[in-house]
């Protein structure tokens, strides 16, 4: 699946799914993560990864995979 259609599935734009797909985000509305997880039909777990503070974010980053 292209970007473009996730986004068009989740109601958001292609750069902010850009953004999170890159890891630049700083926050991830709830609701947009559910309509990301009801897409791709998996969990956030499956997005997600939490990474050990390296001073140059908060400590959480979206997986690209």
Known sequence: MTLAHLAALVGVTVANLSVL???RAKAVR???LTAICDVLE???????TVLPKD???NGTSADPE
């Open 42 to 48: 998996c969990t956030p777990g499956d997005l997600l």
């Open 30 to 32: 709830f609701s947009t």
């Open 55 to 57: 001073g140059a974010g």
């Open 21 to 23: 797909k890159n890891g």
